[in-house]
Protein backbone atom coordinates (compact mmCIF):
# COMPACT_ATOMS: atom_id res chain seq x y z
CA UNK A 1 0.00 0.00 0.00
CA UNK A 2 2.96 2.49 0.54
CA UNK A 3 5.66 1.82 -2.31
CA UNK A 4 3.59 0.52 -4.83
CA UNK A 5 1.12 2.94 -4.50
CA UNK A 6 3.42 5.98 -3.35
CA UNK A 7 3.04 8.30 -6.83
CA UNK A 8 -0.39 7.65 -6.77
CA UNK A 9 -0.58 9.16 -3.02
CA UNK A 10 1.88 11.97 -3.86
CA UNK A 11 -0.41 13.08 -6.63
CA UNK A 12 -3.70 12.57 -5.48
CA UNK A 13 -4.39 13.42 -1.89
CA UNK A 14 -0.79 14.81 -0.96
CA UNK A 15 -1.09 17.31 -4.08
CA UNK A 16 -4.43 17.82 -4.22
CA UNK A 17 -4.70 18.21 0.34
CA UNK A 18 -7.84 15.43 -0.16
CA UNK A 19 -8.93 14.57 3.38
CA UNK A 20 -7.38 10.61 3.09
CA UNK A 21 -6.25 7.84 5.89
CA UNK A 22 -4.00 5.01 4.59
CA UNK A 23 -3.60 1.77 6.35
CA UNK A 24 -0.30 0.20 6.24
CA UNK A 25 -0.41 -3.34 7.97
CA UNK A 26 2.71 -5.85 8.35
CA UNK A 27 5.42 -3.29 8.83
CA UNK A 28 8.94 -3.87 8.98
CA UNK A 29 9.65 -7.85 9.14
CA UNK A 30 5.58 -8.51 9.98
CA UNK A 31 5.56 -11.01 7.02
CA UNK A 32 8.60 -13.32 8.09
CA UNK A 33 9.14 -15.68 6.44
CA UNK A 34 7.76 -13.99 2.87
CA UNK A 35 11.07 -12.43 1.33
CA UNK A 36 11.99 -8.70 1.16
CA UNK A 37 8.96 -8.01 -1.52
CA UNK A 38 6.99 -8.70 1.50
CA UNK A 39 8.78 -6.64 4.50
CA UNK A 40 8.06 -3.06 4.90
CA UNK A 41 11.87 -2.28 6.03
CA UNK A 42 11.76 1.34 3.95
CA UNK A 43 8.53 2.94 3.75
CA UNK A 44 8.34 5.31 6.90
CA UNK A 45 11.25 7.06 4.72
CA UNK A 46 8.95 7.20 1.17
CA UNK A 47 5.82 8.06 3.07
CA UNK A 48 8.09 11.20 5.19
CA UNK A 49 9.08 12.25 1.81
CA UNK A 50 5.80 12.83 0.93
CA UNK A 51 4.59 16.61 1.73
CA UNK A 52 2.02 17.14 3.85
CA UNK A 53 1.73 13.53 5.22
CA UNK A 54 1.23 12.46 8.96
CA UNK A 55 2.45 9.72 9.79
CA UNK A 56 1.39 7.65 12.75
CA UNK A 57 2.50 3.91 14.22
CA UNK A 58 0.57 1.63 16.24
CA UNK A 59 2.09 0.42 19.36
CA UNK A 60 -1.05 -1.18 20.75
CA UNK A 61 -4.63 -1.38 21.04
CA UNK A 62 -4.97 1.71 23.38
CA UNK A 63 -3.35 4.08 20.88
CA UNK A 64 -5.21 2.35 18.03
CA UNK A 65 -8.23 3.50 19.29
CA UNK A 66 -7.00 7.16 20.26
CA UNK A 67 -5.64 7.44 16.79
CA UNK A 68 -8.65 6.51 15.05
CA UNK A 69 -10.78 8.95 17.29
CA UNK A 70 -8.48 11.96 16.25
CA UNK A 71 -8.03 11.55 12.52
CA UNK A 72 -11.96 10.78 11.89
CA UNK A 73 -12.62 14.32 11.41
CA UNK A 74 -8.95 15.07 10.02
CA UNK A 75 -8.99 16.82 6.77
CA UNK A 76 -4.80 16.15 6.37
CA UNK A 77 -3.48 12.71 4.45
CA UNK A 78 -2.94 10.38 7.12
CA UNK A 79 -0.35 7.22 6.74
CA UNK A 80 -1.55 4.54 9.49
CA UNK A 81 1.13 1.83 10.03
CA UNK A 82 -0.01 -1.24 11.83
CA UNK A 83 1.39 -4.48 12.57
CA UNK A 84 0.30 -7.27 11.21
CA UNK A 85 0.30 -9.69 14.71
CA UNK A 86 -1.39 -8.13 18.31
CA UNK A 87 0.86 -6.81 20.35
CA UNK A 88 0.26 -6.13 24.32
CA UNK A 89 -1.58 -2.96 25.38
CA UNK A 90 0.81 -0.78 27.30
CA UNK A 91 -1.51 1.93 28.97
CA UNK A 92 -0.92 0.58 31.99
CA UNK A 93 2.64 0.82 31.70
CA UNK A 94 2.25 4.97 30.30
CA UNK A 95 2.05 8.16 32.27
CA UNK A 96 -0.71 10.85 31.35
CA UNK A 97 -0.48 11.63 27.45
CA UNK A 98 -2.49 13.91 24.94
CA UNK A 99 -2.66 12.18 21.79
CA UNK A 100 -2.51 15.41 20.18
CA UNK A 101 1.25 15.42 21.24
CA UNK A 102 2.09 12.41 19.24
CA UNK A 103 3.84 10.57 21.89
CA UNK A 104 3.69 9.22 25.51
CA UNK A 105 6.09 8.24 28.10
CA UNK A 106 6.63 5.05 29.81
CA UNK A 107 9.16 5.42 33.15
CA UNK A 108 10.03 8.37 34.50
CA UNK A 109 11.96 10.93 32.47
CA UNK A 110 15.27 12.61 33.89
CA UNK A 111 17.92 14.39 31.98
CA UNK A 112 20.48 11.56 33.96
CA UNK A 113 18.84 8.97 32.31
CA UNK A 114 19.33 7.99 28.67
CA UNK A 115 15.80 8.44 26.75
CA UNK A 116 15.04 5.59 24.76
CA UNK A 117 12.54 6.81 21.61
CA UNK A 118 10.59 3.76 19.82
CA UNK A 119 7.24 2.76 17.98
CA UNK A 120 4.80 -0.09 16.74
CA UNK A 121 5.66 -3.34 17.75
CA UNK A 122 9.44 -3.26 18.46
CA UNK A 123 9.08 -0.74 20.91
CA UNK A 124 7.57 -3.33 23.02
CA UNK A 125 11.83 -4.98 22.90
CA UNK A 126 12.42 -2.19 25.09
CA UNK A 127 10.08 -2.68 27.65
CA UNK A 128 12.78 -5.01 29.35
CA UNK A 129 15.22 -2.45 29.40
CA UNK A 130 13.14 0.10 31.26
CA UNK A 131 11.50 -2.02 33.61
CA UNK A 132 14.78 -3.65 34.52
CA UNK A 133 16.66 -0.64 35.22
CA UNK A 134 14.44 2.27 35.81
CA UNK A 135 16.82 4.62 37.14
CA UNK A 136 19.03 4.58 33.73
CA UNK A 137 16.44 4.29 31.54
CA UNK A 138 12.63 5.56 30.28
CA UNK A 139 10.97 5.30 26.56
CA UNK A 140 9.36 7.45 24.68
CA UNK A 141 6.90 5.65 22.06
CA UNK A 142 6.26 8.05 19.72
CA UNK A 143 3.38 7.12 17.77
CA UNK A 144 3.19 10.61 15.63
CA UNK A 145 6.85 11.12 13.98
CA UNK A 146 5.65 13.43 11.32
CA UNK A 147 4.81 16.19 12.04
CA UNK A 148 6.73 15.98 15.43
CA UNK A 149 5.49 18.16 18.54
CA UNK A 150 6.84 20.52 19.99
CA UNK A 151 6.70 19.22 23.45
CA UNK A 152 9.16 15.89 21.98
CA UNK A 153 11.66 18.20 22.09
CA UNK A 154 10.78 19.90 25.39
CA UNK A 155 10.41 16.72 26.68
CA UNK A 156 14.09 15.93 25.75
CA UNK A 157 15.24 18.67 27.21
CA UNK A 158 18.65 18.32 28.94
CA UNK A 159 18.70 14.65 28.01
CA UNK A 160 22.19 13.97 26.82
CA UNK A 161 21.97 10.63 25.64
CA UNK A 162 19.14 8.65 23.22
CA UNK A 163 19.07 5.86 21.42
CA UNK A 164 16.58 5.21 19.03
CA UNK A 165 15.10 1.52 18.54
CA UNK A 166 13.48 1.30 14.23
CA UNK A 167 12.45 -1.72 12.63
CA UNK A 168 13.32 -0.07 9.31
CA UNK A 169 16.79 0.54 7.47
CA UNK A 170 18.79 2.63 8.71
CA UNK A 171 18.74 5.47 6.29
CA UNK A 172 15.56 7.43 6.55
CA UNK A 173 14.48 5.78 9.49
CA UNK A 174 13.21 7.02 12.58
CA UNK A 175 16.38 8.19 14.08
CA UNK A 176 16.32 10.73 10.97
CA UNK A 177 13.40 12.42 12.37
CA UNK A 178 14.38 12.02 15.94
CA UNK A 179 17.90 13.95 14.92
CA UNK A 180 16.63 16.34 12.41
CA UNK A 181 13.64 17.67 14.84
CA UNK A 182 16.32 17.87 17.72
CA UNK A 183 18.75 19.95 15.59
CA UNK A 184 16.28 22.20 14.51
CA UNK A 185 15.64 23.26 17.91
CA UNK A 186 19.35 23.80 18.64
CA UNK A 187 19.87 20.43 20.98
CA UNK A 188 22.76 18.41 20.16
CA UNK A 189 22.37 15.39 22.04
CA UNK A 190 24.20 12.08 21.46
CA UNK A 191 21.91 9.85 19.57
CA UNK A 192 22.31 6.11 18.35
CA UNK A 193 20.96 4.42 15.78
CA UNK A 194 19.59 0.73 16.57
CA UNK A 195 17.65 -0.76 12.67
CA UNK A 196 18.16 -2.82 10.50
CA UNK A 197 20.83 -3.18 8.45
CA UNK A 198 21.07 -1.50 4.47
CA UNK A 199 20.47 -4.76 2.74
CA UNK A 200 17.66 -6.80 1.51
CA UNK A 201 16.91 -9.49 4.29
CA UNK A 202 16.35 -12.77 2.33
CA UNK A 203 17.21 -15.48 5.92
CA UNK A 204 14.62 -17.50 7.00
CA UNK A 205 13.43 -18.40 10.66
CA UNK A 206 10.66 -16.37 11.50
CA UNK A 207 10.86 -12.47 13.07
CA UNK A 208 11.68 -13.10 16.63
CA UNK A 209 15.00 -15.17 14.90
CA UNK A 210 15.94 -12.44 12.36
CA UNK A 211 15.28 -9.07 14.78
CA UNK A 212 17.63 -11.29 17.74
CA UNK A 213 19.86 -11.92 14.25
CA UNK A 214 20.18 -8.00 13.71
CA UNK A 215 20.50 -6.80 17.70
CA UNK A 216 16.77 -5.76 17.89
CA UNK A 217 15.59 -8.51 20.16
CA UNK A 218 14.88 -7.71 24.14
CA UNK A 219 18.49 -8.82 25.37
CA UNK A 220 20.49 -7.12 22.76
CA UNK A 221 18.91 -4.14 23.24
CA UNK A 222 19.53 -3.74 26.07
CA UNK A 223 22.92 -4.67 26.53
CA UNK A 224 23.67 -1.95 23.97
CA UNK A 225 21.67 0.80 26.42
CA UNK A 226 23.51 -0.18 29.31
CA UNK A 227 26.89 0.22 27.58
CA UNK A 228 25.60 2.91 25.75
CA UNK A 229 24.41 4.45 29.70
CA UNK A 230 28.25 3.74 30.97
CA UNK A 231 29.99 5.50 27.94
CA UNK A 232 31.45 8.49 28.95
CA UNK A 233 31.06 11.34 26.43
Do not use: W
Not at 8 to 20: D, E, F, R, V, Y
Not at 35 to 45: F, I, N, R
Amino acid sequence: ISLRAIEQIKCGPAMMKLPMTILSVGIGLGYADAGPTHYATEDYACLRAIGGTSIYTISDNTIAKKVAERITNDKSVNYVRLDRHPTNDLSDQSNDYDINDGFRLIGEKSAQKVAIISHGKILHNCIKTVKNESDKFFLIDLFRSKPISAKFSECLKDVNKIVVVDEQTQFGNLTTAVQSELSNKNMFPVVKNLSLPDEYIYKNGGRDYLLELFKLDEENIQNYCKNFYNLKL
